[in-house]
């Protein structure tokens, strides 16, 4: 017989060694992944950037992209604003005046109920418009003159008006280049510069005035290799179908 | 060790939801990828999509940057908190019959 009657069998308790060890082994890869996580990181976009573009391209839609583009409008008109306020307060300094009395006024006609590219807005002499005051369609966009002034309304030309030529600055980065500018109708306007200027779709023209008012933004360049002189398009910034106008005395 | 169905499902939804927070991104959908991971006991690979979820993402801004690896300290979490609960809660009974 046994001399064990009784066999205890002892339940040995689990050892806690194995879970202390799954636990450090967790926190040491946690450890080692944190420690490397910028090179980690830089490979996993490496890794994710074709799928996360293949998805962009999926869900682009025509409102996201409009909602895009106005984004960076708003950005641009922002970065218009501040480098406006920087150009006034550098006038200041030079003690040039930059500041401009503005009367706005409701345009009464347009094209096509008027001759072409002309407006009747609704100020006058009561109002102190003058003959030869230039006209905005808003911020710097200048659009044209005040050529005949009624009791209270008058008339406004585009510099777009066929037959009329103006000097202009047209700028192609930092640079500027003194040109001519000549009213085809409808709001397009050409000029003819030397090959080489490197214009391009988007460059604007200024009047070298105080204001520095835009006046024509490049549409289109036609350059022909064997001609030293390339002919550019332009058209007047802004909408010509808006309700007011401004006019800088 | 062969995986079971329902192990399959598992991997494969949790694996899908936190792929597809990502890619939204959302990350309550990429939480809840993580959470039926590791409150379904396949912590390892919870943590693995959490570790990889904020290597991706980074820390979090504002107050919560304090949190570093804001998804791996949910899974730890989320497993810490299974194992506890299978002290007391799940597999209590047997489906043994006397």
Known sequence: MSSNSFNFIRKRRPSRLPRLLVVAAVLLVILVVWSAQAPLRSIFWQLATPVVMLRNALGATEASSLR?????????????????????????????????????????????????????????????????????????????????????????????????????????????????????????????????????????????????????????????????????????????????????? | MAISHASRWIYAVSFALVGTGFLLPLWPVVLAGIALAALSGRWISGLAMALLVDVAWGAPMGLAQYLFFPFTITALLLSAGRLWGSSYFYDRSTLDTL
């Open chain 1, 68 to 249: 895009a583009e106005v984004a960076q409008l708003q950005a641009r008109v922002a970065d218009r604003d501040a480098l406006y306020q920087e150009n006034v307060a550098l006038k200041e300094t030079l003690n040039r005046a930059a500041g401009r009395n503005v009367i706005l006024a409701g345009i009464l006609q347009r094209p096509p109920l008027t001759p072409y590219d002309t407006f009747i807005i609704d100020a006058g002499q009561e109002e102190g418009v003058l003959v030869g005051s230039h006209v905005s369609l808003g911020c710097s966009a200048l659009v044209g003159t005040v050529t005949e002034v009624y009791k209270s309304t008058a008339q406004v030309t585009l510099y777009s008006a066929p037959g009329s030529a103006h000097q202009a600055l047209l700028m192609v980065g930092e640079e500027s280049t003194p040109i001519s500018i000549e009213g085809q109708g409808g709001g397009s306007l050409r000029a003819e510069v030397p090959a080489g200027t490197g214009a391009m779709e988007g460059d604007v023209v200024i009047l070298p005035d105080v204001g520095m008012g835009l006046t024509a933004v490049v549409r289109h360049v036609e350059r022909v290799s064997s001609e030293s002189f390339e002919t550019i398009y332009f058209s007047l910034p802004g909408d010509l179908n808006a309700r007011f106008v401004e006019i800088w005395q």
